[in-house]
Structures are given as C-alpha cells and as structure tokens.
T-cell receptor, first 118, second 111 residues
C-alpha cells in the first residue's frame, strides 16, 4: 500500500541545467498538487493537476517551470535552466478522485525532492 | 507578511504540555489544519477543525479555535521525544481548494 512516491529524493544541478522531479500519487488518487518549500518558510502552492489536465497553475513561475500529469505514468515537474533560487524542497501531494480537498481536506504527501543548484 | 503566522521554534521538557500557536487573517476560512513534518519526511495530517467549532480533542491532541481573534492552537499533552517535528498550521478558505500554510513551528524536546 504505497504512499505518494517522489523521486529523486535529492537532485544536484548546475545553473542552466534542467531538473525533472517525478511524483506517483497514492493508488487510486487522481489529484496531484506540487508545493515548494524554502528554508524556514511554509509550503507554497505551485500547481494542481488531474490526469491530463492542469487545473490551477497560479503558483507556478511564468517561465522555466512546467508540470504535467499524463494518462499513464507519474506527474512530472520540470524546471528548465535552473538558477540558485530554485534550490528548495519540492513536495508532491495527492488526494482521491471526486473530492479535491474534500471535507477533511487531507492531502497525502510524498517525502519531497530536494533540489540543490550549484 | 505571511497570511498564516507561527513562531519558528518551541522548546519544551519531555512530559510537559506543548502549545503551538497560529494566527490567520481570513475570516472566511472554513477548515484549519495541523500537519506534522518529521525530519526528511513529507507532511502528515495530524488533525483539523471546522471553523464553526471551538475545540477538538483527539487523544493527546487538543485544538482550540478562537475565531474572533483568528487564533488557532495545538496542545500536545505529555510531550514525548517522538513528537519532535515541525508543525504546520494551514487554512482552507471558502470555495477554494488551496491551503495557505504557515512557516512551521519546530518543536524541540528537552530531556
């Protein structure tokens, strides 16, 4: 009964390279959320996706960042031409279908991917 | 400033009660949550309270909500070393699936 799986757990990139972060939601979940966490800050919403659809990307930077959640396979958060300011922990969360943050609003989080840009 | 505010650190002795406080700004918040993040791990929902409630108790956890002052607290009775973690307060606003998060309070347990 796997939970939300994120990989890689740690990723080091040089400035200008691309970072790809993957998230497999909990089994049966069809809603995926990506959050960014900077040191000593709370989570900042980035994007909310359902299968093959971006529902809300209001938290995504306009450039260099993109996300997808294909019909098959994990959700991918892609950061092109990374800069030092992209260094952060990126968390993926999922929730069951038919209830985007339902009554309880419970999100199930992965362990995060920690990106370090040199 | 942050919409949801928390102190960054709280230090308590093992066996004492811990009280973690949170203030928020939006009176239309419908649900308020406490999540726990252990080192190197993702966040896990601890408990939540609906905005028309004043208090919710769940074993060692007590959540108090003062809607007038927009103040939320989490009390952990008989704090144990396993309670060491960062505790995040989050609010859900009316008609909005997004959660607004505080910066987290790191709970440090002294022996």
């Amino acid at each position: 009964n796997a939970g939300v799986m994120q990989n890689p757990r740690h990723l080091v990139r040089r400035r200008g390279q691309e970072a790809r972060l993957r998230c497999s939601p909990m089994k049966g979940h069809s809603h995926v959320y990506w959050y960014r966490q900077l040191p000593e800050e709370g989570l900042k919403f980035m994007v909310y996706l359902q299968k093959e659809n971006i529902i809300d990307e209001s938290g995504m930077p306009k450039e260099r960042f993109s996300a997808e959640f294909p019909k098959e396979g994990p959700s991918i958060l892609r950061i092109q031409q990374v800069v030092r300011g992209d260094s952060a922990a990126y968390f993926c969360a999922s929730s069951p279908p038919g209830q985007s943050l339902a009554v309880s609003g419970e999100l199930f989080f992965g362990e995060g991917s920690r990106l370090t840009v040199l | 400033g942050e919409d949801v505010e928390q102190s960054l650190f709280l230090s308590v002795r093992e066996g004492d009660s811990s009280v973690i406080n949170c203030t928020y700004t939006d009176s239309s918040s419908t649900y308020l949550y406490w999540y726990k993040q252990e080192p190197g791990a993702g966040l896990q929902l601890l408990t939540y309270i609906f905005s028309n409630m004043d208090m919710k108790q769940d074993q060692r956890l007590t959540v108090l909500l003062n809607k007038k002052d927009k103040h939320l607290s989490l009390r952990i009775a008989d704090t144990q070393t396993g309670d060491s973690a960062i505790y995040f307060c989050a609010e859900r606003r009316d008609s909005n699936y997004q959660l607004i998060w505080g910066a987290g309070t790191k709970l440090i347990i002294k022996p």
